[in-house]
Each structure stands twice: as C-alpha cells, then as structure tokens.
C-alpha cells in the first residue's frame, strides 16, 4: 500500500485497523432496472470503497416501492433478523429512499440507514483532494442534506410537554437550513468561479489536440493513461479510486503530441448533485476534440455499464462528441469468444490491455485517423535552415512527404486548423497548388 493511498477493508484487517462499521446490503429490483448478477455486486463494491464490513445481503423483485419502507413488510422482518443476527450497526439500500422511508426504516430496524446516494457521496468526500473536488463534493452532500434536516433532529423527539420544551427543534431546524442555504449560495458563486476559469483554460489549448478518457468507475482509465503517456498517475484497484483530472502529454509516433485527460469515473445513477457540483471537473471531456470511451470488457455486466456512461455523457451534454469505444482488461477474459461476443453488439470497439499493451498500436492508429478528419492537408514551403518551423511541423502535424529544391523545402502535411497561424508567424508560406519542376521554389517569407 502506498503513501496517499485509501485503505481498504482488506488493508485494515492486514494491518490491524480499528474495527471496521458492520452493515447489511439491501437492493430493490423494480421492472425498470435489470437485476445484478451477483446481486448486489456494485453496492459491495461501493461499501468496501467506503471503508465498511459487509455481513449480509438482501434483495427483492418489487413492481413499485413501499411507500412506507421501500421493501415490504415481509422483507422488513428478513431485514430486522439480519441485523440482529449478524450485529449489523448500519443498513445500506441500492436505492434511493425519502427522508420519510430513511425515518420509518431507522425507528423500524434501531440502526443507522443509508441510500445509495449518501453512501456515494461519502465515498466522494473522502477521495475528494483537490481544492475544486472538496467543494464540488460539499455543495453536493449540502443539497442532498437539507430536505433531511428533519431526520438529524429526532433526538428532540423524546421531549415531552411542558415549559421551556416546546419548540427548540423546530426553532434549531429553521437556523440550520438558513446556514445551509447561506453556505449552498457561496459554494455555487465559487464554483462558477473555478468553472468560468476552467472553460478558459481548456478553451485557451489551442497548441494541441485533446482526448479525453470517459466511462465507468474502475474500468482501467487511469492505467490506460499511464500506458499511452508512459506517466505514473494514482492507480488502485477500487470504485472512484481518484476524483480530479489529470492531463499528460500524449506523444503519437510520425503524427504529433495531443493532450490526453483522464476524468471522474462515472457510475450507474450516478447523484445528480453530484453531475451538477462536477461541472467545472467535467469540462476537459466537454471540450475534447475526441472521447475514449473505456469499459471493462472481463465485467459481467458490462453492456450495461456502457449504456450508462453514455446516459452521463447525454446528461452533461457531450452524447454527440466523437467516441471510440475502448473495450480494457481483455487480458482477464478467460475466454476471449466473449469479446465476439461484445464486437457483434459494439462492433467499432476496440479490444485493448492497458496491463499488457495489447491493442494499443490500434488503439493509437484509430486516435490517429479520428483526429486526422479534423485536419486539413496543405504544403509549407521554407528554407531549409527554418530549423523552428520543421521542428514544429514535426511534433505538431502528420508529415506525408517532403521535397528539397536547392536551399528550399516543401512539406506536405496535415495539421490541425488552428496551427495555420502559427506556419506563417515562424517563416513559413502555406501553398495548396503543385508546383511544376522547372518553375523556380517561392521564398520562404511569412504570409
């Protein structure tokens, strides 16, 4: 285990940490959700993420929830044995429950309920790092928290009447949602702030391309940055394991350098405080010129995972921007018909092992061709000696030929539009025509 990384439920039995919260899983499969296999896979992957002991499991097919305790009355006294059998301390839903259903299931069962959205809240609070995801984490657990305030307060409950015990609660609840509503209003000014600056920066790239890495927690995206960039970024083995964006360098051989961005793991029903708070993180992907869409192919369901990333991306507008879809971890198929299999439902994807390498060089090769649609094809004409300008052409353009006439060099190139200014300003003449062998080489003079 590394320096900064989170510790695990596995860390923490290894080195003796402190006992971990015992909690029971419970998921409500309604007619519009498929049901998991495993069941409850992805919440013990949420909960092991957040540092709890999972000691039971239960789940339920419904038409429509209880509209008093989510499950039904029946499951509630499956539910209540669970948690005494097995001394659970907390209970976690795969759903999302009302404050009323999170009240009735509390009183119901003595122990602490939790839905889906808070446990991946808290799950973002303790990855969140940089000063941006700190206050884009708290903004979305104060939205999330205000309609519950009710909920903090039910220890006041247990007074009874009489003088002097009439009304403090209520009085408390009403200063804690102005101080809440207060605290929403300058976290929302703040991170306009920081989403304004953002836009300007990643509008302002112009030197180079950008790609950006979308999809699924713990698809391999991080690892997949690593091996195209040969960079070293925080990898681990967990659900939202990093948080912020990270950008590196990206170098494709005979093509040029593009900006390759590695952004927050998406996650089916992923809270919609959370997409809104995680505007300003998101915009390296809003402003890409292409996405690398990366799945897990070894993960069971990972169809579905595919179609929710891509309801994220619809989500925060960016469903129409070029994709290729990057099918990771082909190297933990035990059978590699599977990804037939996935190729006969996505068959543009592309297989690939960030761990191995495999399947990058095509990988490479389709980033290169996406990317190149978006160039045009022209001939710079220069001296020879323009050492600036060829270096430039070099790193920045997919150079097709070149031709030396004497102390001049013609370079047939494609390069990215916006790069047109910068041939003129480092000595350069761009010329479209051919041009015959017996006429003279025009200078090199800027445009």
Partial sequence: MGQGEPITVKDRARFGTPELERAILVGVYLPERPPEEPPLAELEGLAEAAGVEVVGKLHQRRQAPDPTYYVGKGKLEDLKTLVTEHQAESVIFDNDLTPAQTRNLENALRVK????????????????????????????????????????????????????????????????????????????????????????????????????????????????????????????????????????????????????????????????????????????????????????????????QIRAAYRVLEEIGIEQKDTILVLNKIDRLPDRSRVETLLNVHPAAIPVSAHTGEGLDRLTAAVREALSRRMVELEVVTTIDNGRLLSFLAANSEVLSREFHDSMVRVHCRIAAQHLGFIGHLGGKIDRQEIPEDEAIPTGTAE
């Fill in 113 to 304: 309920v939790i839905d889906r959205t808070e446990l991946i809240l808290d799950i973002f609070a303790t990855r969140a790092r940089t000063h941006e995801a700190r206050i884009a984490v708290e903004l979305a657990q104060l939205e999330y928290t205000r309609p519950r305030l009710r909920r903090m307060w039910t220890h006041l409950e247990r007074l009874r009447r009489g003088v002097g015990l009439r009304g403090p609660g209520e009085k408390q609840l009403e200063v804690d949602r102005r101080l809440i509503d207060r605290r929403i209003h300058e976290l929302r000014r703040e991170l306009a702030v920081i989403e304004r600056r953002k836009k300007r920066e990643v509008s302002a790239r112009h030197e180079c391309f950008t790609v950006s890495l979308v999809g699924y927690t713990n698809t391999g995206k991080s690892t997949l940055l690593n091996a195209l960039t040969g960079s070293d970024v925080f990898v681990h083995d967990m659900l939202f394991a990093t948080l912020d964006t990270r950008t590196r360098r990206w170098t494709i051989p005979s093509w040029g350098t593009v900006l390759l961005s590695d952004t927050v793991g998406f996650i089916r029903d992923l809270p919609h405080h959370l997409v809104a708070s995680f505007r300003a993180t998101l915009e390296e992907a809003r402003q890409a010129d292409l996405l690398l869409h990366v799945a897990d192919a070894s993960h069971h369901q990972v169809l579905e």
